[in-house]
């Protein structure tokens, strides 16, 4: 069974990505959270690493930032990272 860490590839890739696509939307951390209706320190949170977000949220995040479209690409690259380091475990 894999392990499941906040510091994983995986999550930072997607950790980068979030705030990639924050930042390239010229949207804050406080406006991001206004759209989302939580508190800013929810965004911070989950950029930070320290709370993780459940598939509604990763989809809802990605609609707030205008950026649904990146949807299936991110999800491609997080696939591609599983995938890499189950080959470096063989």
């Known amino acids: 069974m894999p392990v499941?860490?906040?510091?994983s590839p995986?999550?930072?890739l997607l950790l980068d990505k979030l705030r990639t696509l924050?930042?390239?939307a010229g949207i804050t951390q406080v406006e991001l959270a206004e759209r989302l209706g939580r508190p800013?320190?929810?965004v911070a949170k989950i950029e930070g690493g320290?709370?993780?977000m459940?598939?509604?949220e990763f989809i809802d995040w990605l609609e707030a930032v205008n950026a649904a479209d990146q949807l299936?690409?991110?999800i491609q690259d997080l696939l591609a990272i599983r995938?890499?380091?189950?080959?470096?475990?063989r």
């Open 40 to 42: 800013q320190s929810y």
């Open 22 to 24: 924050r930042k390239g």
């Open 10 to 12: 995986r999550h930072l």
């Open 72 to 74: 299936q690409p991110l």
């Open 54 to 56: 459940d598939v509604l």
């Open 4 to 7: 499941k860490s906040l510091r």
């Open 50 to 52: 320290e709370r993780r």
């Open 83 to 89: 995938a890499s380091a189950n080959e470096d475990k």
